[in-house]
T-cell receptor
């Protein structure tokens, strides 16, 4: 089954701790993205990557970091510098930067 | 200023009552307009891609159309299972970013 897998589905962390969200795709897509979704707001772009070993900041990159060491994987680290990390995080991939993006099922992060 | 505006924010329909959702955009050099459906607590599900004015795409009870300034998602004879939030996104020339609207929450009552 081809698709995008995000894990875990739910994640709880204490304030001040870094946490890494996993995103894996087996669609052989070049481009991958991380979005954040908050109630009443649209999806906001955190980071994106067009190819392995290259990534760019999106609109709200502060307090987040990513890596793209393999084509299939694009993990997102939420650092303690992120002021309001509690949110629903969505990973997506697309064949290239001109085609539609397909999304994973999301990770709901709660920081207490 | 928002580049993608969706209206209405919420829409309630009776089963079988057809209607349309609107997505207006202000980006220049459109390189694609995308419609998604999102159920609560889940990731968006891809529906349609439109690239040029006049283009139309259909899938079951849904039909998406595109003009130079907006797109419509027409829902014909909706069923309760069509209840979801519908998201619109655009990609503009010179940018790799996909910009989303805030969505329209559709509720279809039986």
């Amino acid at each position: 089954d081809g698709g995008i897998t995000q894990s875990p589905k739910y994640l709880f962390r204490k304030e001040g701790q870094n946490v890494t969200l996993s995103c894996e795709q087996n669609l052989n897509h070049d481009a991958m993205y991380w979005y954040r979704q908050d109630p009443g707001q649209g999806l906001r772009l955190i980071y994106y990557s067009q190819i392995v070993n290259d990534f760019q900041k999106g609109d709200i990159a502060e307090g987040y970091s990513v890596s793209r060491e393999k084509k299939e994987s694009f993990p997102l680290t939420v650092t303690s510098a992120q002021k309001n990390p509690t949110a629903f995080y969505l990973c997506a991939s697309s064949e290239n930067m001109n085609t539609e993006a397909f999304f994973g099922q999301g990770t709901r992060l709660t920081v207490v | 200023e928002d580049q993608v505006t969706q209206s209405p924010e919420a829409l309630r329909l009776q089963e079988g009552e057809s209607s349309s959702l609107n997505c207006s955009y202000t980006v220049s050099g459109l390189r694609g307009l995308f419609w998604y459906r999102q159920d609560p607590g889940k990731g968006p599900e891809f529906l349609f891609t439109l690239y040029s004015a006049g283009e139309e795409k259909e899938k079951e009870r849904l039909k998406a159309t595109l003009t130079k300034k907006e797109s419509f998602l027409h829902i014909t004879a909706p069923k309760p299972e069509d209840s979801a939030t519908y998201l619109c996104a655009v990609r503009q020339g010179g940018s790799e970013k996909l910009v989303f609207g805030k969505g329209t929450k559709l509720t279809v009552n039986p």
